[in-house]
């Protein structure tokens, strides 16, 4: 089974970084692509980035593209979203989640095994 598990969010000013981690706690190790989404107070969840399995291939938002770079390590079965040029806009709580129901990479419906989540503040 997979278990994902979020870390590495806080408060931090604007401009500034953040690093994301996403573990996998479970025996199952993860063979899928990833993705990272986030969700605001009275907002939906919506998409951030995702990697293919391989690493190989990534997808970006708009409003995070050329600011946040996911990746991830296979070995480790772990997941990342570097986060640079914070803006308060960001502020959310982000999850990761792997792409296993099919359909658009864009959609959350698409993705399963849901984390906690992790808050992420950004102040002005």
């Known amino acids: 089974q997979v278990q994902l598990v979020e870390s590495g969010g806080g408060l931090v000013q604007a401009g500034g970084s953040l690093r994301l981690s996403c573990a996998n706690s479970?025996?199952?190790?993860?063979?899928?692509?990833m993705g990272w989404f986030r969700q605001a107070p009275g907002k939906e969840r919506e998409f951030v980035a995702r990697?293919?399995?391989?690493?190989?291939?990534?997808y970006y938002s708009d409003s995070v593209k050329g600011r946040f770079t996911i990746s991830r390590d296979n070995a480790k079965d772990m997941v990342y979203l570097q986060m640079n040029s914070l803006r308060p806009e960001d502020t959310a709580v982000y999850y990761c989640?792997?792409?296993?129901?099919?359909?658009?990479?864009?959609?959350?419906?698409?993705?399963?095994?849901w984390g906690q989540g992790t808050q992420v503040t950004v102040s002005s």
């Open positions: 989640a792997a792409d296993v129901n099919g359909g658009s990479i864009y959609s959350a419906h698409s993705y399963g095994y």
């Open positions: 479970g025996r199952t190790v993860i063979s899928s692509a």
């Open positions: 990697v293919a399995r391989s690493g190989g291939r990534t």
